[in-house]
């Protein structure tokens, strides 16, 4: 996708770095790595950012520091203002769906800003926004920290991305897990086999009397959760390992 149709992440004068760590790490996980800081309060490059964009270097690296919001998007045509109030100033309301899809249809360059964490966007900045972009959240709790509402807009320009492109889509949607299907019961009944041999002669099974329950405990434990055949062998390693004589 052309680099024109990301946005640039504007943070205004963001109080932590962890903070700012974090919403790099949000905007990555949505391949947005344009990062501009306006006045960040604990000044530019922050030790605390790093750990906190879990290894979202490049998006710490490239961000540039700005400082007033007016020079940060002075080179955008287009700027979105996130905020939950109007705060006097008479402009468009759109949501972050239609914020994606503006970015990706409107040509020129679109900015995005954040305001601090404790007060928002001021007026003087909000004024520079085209629109308004806020999010339906719960009206008796309105309250996204500032990683949470970068990775919510990132989150909708992709997605936005992807119903536009089609095939070409912006993102791979992860498989939830690599499952192999459960082992054979040949291998299974290997297991529980390799698993007695090891216990019978320690006297696991005694008394007599409750063997035979024992025995079916044991294997009900053992066939519960469905181990595939590379953990039935991994599992069969671990048996031999430790019934192997220590050598001198």
């Known amino acids: 996708m052309a680099e024109l149709n990301k946005p640039v992440i504007v943070l205004v004068r963001p109080q932590l770095g962890e903070n700012i760590g974090k919403a790099a790490r949000a905007m990555l996980n949505f391949g947005l790595t344009e990062l501009r800081l306006v006045s960040p309060r604990d000044g530019w490059p922050n030790p605390s950012a790093g750990p906190a964009a879990a290894g979202a270097d490049i998006v710490l690296e490239r961000a540039k520091v700005f400082a007033s919001t007016a020079e940060a998007v002075a080179d955008c045509q ?25 970015v990706h249809t409107v040509a020129g360059r679109h900015a995005i800003i954040f305001g601090p964490e404790r007060s928002g966007l001021e007026t003087e900045d909000v004024a520079l926004a085209r629109n308004i972009l806020t999010i339906p959240i719960n009206p008796e709790f309105a309250s996204l920290n500032l990683a949470q509402a970068v ?22 949607q992860p498989t939830l897990e690599e499952t192999l299907p459960p082992a ?23 008394p007599e009397g409750r063997a035979e329950a024992t025995r079916r405990t044991l294997r009900g434990v053992l066939t519960k959760p469905g181990w595939n055949h590379l953990e039935v062998r991994t599992l069969r390693g671990v048996l031999t390992t430790l019934n192997r004589k220590i050598r001198d």
Not at 78 to 102: E, F, N, Q, S
Not at 154 to 164: D, P, Q, S
């Open 78 to 102: 287009h700027v979105h203002a996130t905020t939950v109030r109007k705060r006097g100033v008479t402009k468009p309301v759109i949501g972050a769906d239609d914020a994606g899809r503006l």
């Open 184 to 206: 054979p019961q040949e291998e299974l009944e290997g297991l529980i086999a390799h698993i007695e041999t090891i216990l019978e002669p320690r006297d696991y099974f005694l």
């Open 151 to 172: 990775i919510l807009v990132a989150y909708e320009w992709a997605r936005m991305g992807r119903a536009l492109a089609g095939a070409d889509a912006v993102l791979v």
